[in-house]
């Protein structure tokens, strides 16, 4: 619990683990049962709870995580008994009604129909694949693959594995706002004080298997621009010490508008429209991936992957200049902070911290452990973990006339 001087609002974050078996596809019966959440419970159907939610200016969202189930709220500081009260009785009790789910299948197919018409997603999905396998949380089902298996998917399944893994199983829940500390209290313990936990053991890959493979186009009919995915498996955790030096070194290289791929590949040769570098899919529990994403038209394709390439190669054997650290530091630091300015985003920021493995003080900590990191260590980091002879490209779009 975290007091703000935010009058009368209260918003919390939290979630629990489930660890669903990827190599039975569960990750969609955990998104499936996800959507299901807020249609009703076994005591109230979905008009009940959303007008007393209404009524009291509240919300409550239920997020489907590679490994966990999330939830998140908001509401006046004399509604968080009832608005605690009802996301409990909402994650304990769903009703996972048939009717309901024949609602919400044509909705979440519809969703990955729309994602097989964006080059973005269809390139994204594309190297995840090319780089992990398909018992990693980082992979990504081809859209027609989550087609068939969206409409293979029978509620009792989603039922079944929702009751199995929905429990207190490394529960965390932060509370940041105005409130009374003894509220929140009897609140948490009379929704969540008696729920079991369950057996989620771990059943995926932590590391990723060392792959190689050619570059892979997703061809588009009346896509000119198209977007390109270049990346490789990058095996740090979140609690790695080389995790916050190689996150300033990517970020250097692509990570806003003054970064290196921008002043580069879009500013000085006009090969993109937009170009940026991220480390990606980091978890406490599973490795991520460095990824670059960028726009090239047709004409500029071959040329922009090209010089995107010796760019991320020249970039990792010569490293960053202090001038350049000094300053995303300042950036980095600064972005932090205004991402905290909302009770929401702070609930959020620490949660994910805690379920890191990096503790709710990590929020305070962040800005002095980013002044403290050296050049020789983002240098190391990228020197270390950036491996051009092992990059991945994936293409979507509309090649030639």
């Known amino acids: 619990m975290l007091r703000t001087t935010v009058d009368s609002v209260v918003s919390f974050y939290g979630s629990f683990a489930t660890r669903p078996d990827l190599t039975t596809n569960q990750d969609i019966l955990q998104d499936l049962a996800v959507a299901l959440l807020d249609k009703g419970t076994t005591e109230r ?14 919300e409550i969202r239920f997020h489907s995580m590679a490994t ?21 009785e909402q994650l304990r009790k769903p009703s996972l009604s048939e009717d309901e789910y024949n609602k919400v299948l044509p909705r979440l197919q519809a969703s990955v129909m729309q994602s097989m018409e964006s080059t973005g997603a269809q390139s994204g999905s594309a190297l995840r694949r090319l780089i992990f396998d398909k018992n990693h949380p980082n992979f990504a089902h081809a859209p027609e693959a989550e087609m068939e ?3 293979d998917t029978k509620l009792a399944d989603i039922a079944g594995y929702y009751r199995s893994r929905a429990g207190a199983n490394e529960f965390v829940l932060v509370v940041v706002g105005d409130f009374e500390a003894d509220d929140v209290t009897k609140a948490v313990s009379t929704g969540f004080g008696e729920w079991p936990d369950q057996n989620v053991s771990r059943k995926y890959d932590r590391s990723p298997v060392e792959k190689s493979g050619s570059p892979v186009h997703i061809p588009m009919r009346d896509k000119q621009n198209l977007d390109v995915r270049i990346g490789h498996a990058v095996d740090v955790i979140r609690t790695h010490r080389d995790y916050l030096p ?17 002043d580069t590949i879009r500013d000085k040769e006009g090969l993109t429209y937009g170009i940026y570098a991220q480390l990606n899919g980091v978890s406490s529990e599973f490795c991520g991936y460095f990824l670059v994403r960028a726009t090239f038209s047709a004409d500029t394709l071959d040329v922009g992957i090209r010089r995107t390439n010796e760019l991320i190669a020249e970039f990792a054997e010569n490293g960053i200049s202090p001038e350049e650290l000094a300053s995303k530091k300042k950036t980095v630091s600064g972005s932090y902070k205004v991402g905290l300015a909302s009770t929401g985003s702070l609930a959020r920021t620490i949660g994910t911290n805690i379920i890191s493995g990096l503790g709710a003080e990590y929020v305070d900590l962040f800005a002095s452990l980013v002044e403290g990191v050296s050049v020789e260590e983002v240098n190391a980091a990228l020197s270390k973990w950036i491996d051009p002879d092992k990059l991945l490209t994936a293409t979507a779009g509309t090649l030639g006339t």
């Open 246 to 262: 190689l996150y300033l070194g990517i970020f250097i290289l692509g990570g806003n508008f003054s970064s290196r791929l921008m």
């Open 68 to 88: 966990r189930i999330a939830f998140s709220g908001k509401c006046l500081n004399r509604d968080v008994t009832p608005v605690i009260g009802i996301c409990a």
């Open 45 to 58: 159907d979905k008009f009940q709870i959303a007008e007393e939610l209404e009524s009291r200016g509240a």
């Open 149 to 151: 298996m969206l409409s």
